[in-house]
């Protein structure tokens, strides 16, 4: 049923107009026990959530209504390997690519074991070529998840990566771009990894191009040695050149590829066992979400709370602050999860939805962010929910910096809720400002993991509730389609049937 038709809804409803009133320092002196029971452990991560605009109430009604939506039977089907991608007729398993080898029955025995057989043969590859020194530089050339992903994980484990190797991401059609990489680089100690589910994606079709007329202008005539594709598509990797290939299968969305072959920077970095372990954490992650009762499902929890806030009361952003330079491409990689999944203006069936769905997803490390931007989430006229994530126990030895990280972190949760009633006018803290603490003891291939199979767990949920689909993305098809055309036209200078503004924009660009 969709979510606005059941009867949690209405009740929902008239809670958050009870609501109004709620006042979290209020809240915890009447519950001695909200710290606790507002708290989850799932694996490898701890969740505060009881600094959020929630009660135990709140919690009982968003239950109800996942029951009354489906959500269970949604993610089982997930689960089963069920087409839920229904707008393209495609089942949703990149949970499947972190599947413990042999240990399903059934329809879904034979996918597991080819899983397996290109994860084998991806990590053998990349332990050949840690052993060869001769390589010095990895680029991948991929947009999308077919570099968020990569980057952000890559950026993340560094202190797990093999000295000696450097790793660049080129997205950008901008030539900019790969101009400036190249500029640093070595034809004959240089591997390209183009990665791209498609093999179609302009952006990426242009700078493999551009990198392969480089390579072969510099010398390089090896391209099977220093040229692999990832992709679901070898046909078209063939085709450009490229017999070295890693597949991967239409059922993992762009967005949820770091699992597959599209990994294999990670794997180059980390090696086989960590990206071995990466898996493990993320599979850990998928068991608590198809397990652990709804009240204490961590995907299950945040993902409720991303619907509580966006329909009921109304925050229509959501502000990312991981307290870890490491993980400071994790707002990037979090906003397309987010908002490529859940920014949809109509439900599964096509119809027009009246209630809102994916929030702004925005955000930078702290403590960064704290010197930017936000002046305006302590003292601005908008409520944005924050996501904190720390991590315990640093990864260097340098005195002091990881006390005073950690302990800004805490102090900043604190602030936003508490403010500061002493003082009027320009020095007054409303507080009252929720947020979110996630917390890992460590920073490693599998809490990392553990942490991305959540965020894409809970995309899950809230979109299931939505009554939306999570897995498709007809909103990037538009401007590909109009930028092909605007660029027949800047060649041609045929500005017939423009708006006048488009017209005037090409006129002025081609002058
Ligand atoms: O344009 C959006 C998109 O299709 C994303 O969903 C995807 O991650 C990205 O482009 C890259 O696509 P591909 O891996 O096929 O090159």
Redesign the pocket.
Known sequence: MRCDQTAAWKHLQHHAQAFQGFDLRAAFTADAGRAESLSQTAPYVFADLSKNHVDAATEVLLQALAQQTGLEAHRDAMFRGEHINVSEDRAVMHWLLRQPAGSLNGDLAAPLAQVHDTLNAMLAYAEALRADAQITDVVNI?????DLGPQMAVLALHDYALPGKRFHFVSNVDGHELAGVLKGLNAESTLFLI???????IE?MTNAHSALQWFKAQGGNDVARHFAALTTNVAAAAEFGISTTFGFWDWVG??YSLWSAIGLPVAIAIGAAGFKDLLAGAHAMDQHFQTAPLGQNLPVRLGLLDVWYRNFLHYTSRSIAPYHSALRRLPAYLQQLEM?SNGKRVDRNGQALNYGTSPVLWGEPGTNGQHAYFQMLHQGTDIVPMEFMAVKTPTHNLKDHHELLLANVIAQAQALMLGKQDAGGHRHFTGNRPSTFLLLDELTPTSLGALIALQEHRVFVSGSVWGINSFD?WG?ELG?VLAKDIHARMVSGDAAGLDASTASLLRRIRA
């Open positions: 991929g947009i999308g998840g077919s990665a791209s589910k498609t093999f179609t994606t990426t762009g967005r490529e993305q990037v590909k």
